[in-house]
């Protein structure tokens, strides 16, 4: 399993980030149930820049608290049978894992989420890593029952990790 952490803020989170990180992302892919060692990338950023990269990316000019940017397209979520039809396309060619993609999250935004439903940065810094893994592994919200889905799915991968409001 690899994950690279990188930071384009000199804002920080005074939390265990790499450990918090780490964590969510393998409850993800063992509660997805992921047949493969994977690579995620998590950009840490500031709300000026997270709102440049939405801007730029969805046309929407707001700072956002996460984004997630999937290298693969699933027809079901975590349904993972069809890329080792590609593996040229999904796979790291040096370390044989499984490229799931990109999360940019602003600090900021988790500071001021935390603070305003009431929970700890640790909780919320979890949660938007669980939220950009299930998009990782093809969940979206786009309707209220794949919205209730993922909602479903981010409770039960925090609360078995200890993440609780």
Known sequence: MTINIEYETEKKLELAVEEIVQDVVLAVLDCEKCPYEAEVSVLFTDNESIREINRDTRQIDAPTDVLSFPMIEFERESDFGHVENSSEDFFNPDTGELLLGDIVISVEKVTEQAEK?????????????????????????????KRQQMEERQREILSGKGYDR
């Open 117 to 145: 439903y009431g929970h700890s940065a640790r909780r919320e810094l979890a949660f938007l890593v669980a939220h950009s893994m299930l998009h990782l592994c093809g969940y979206d919200h786009m309707d209220d029952e």
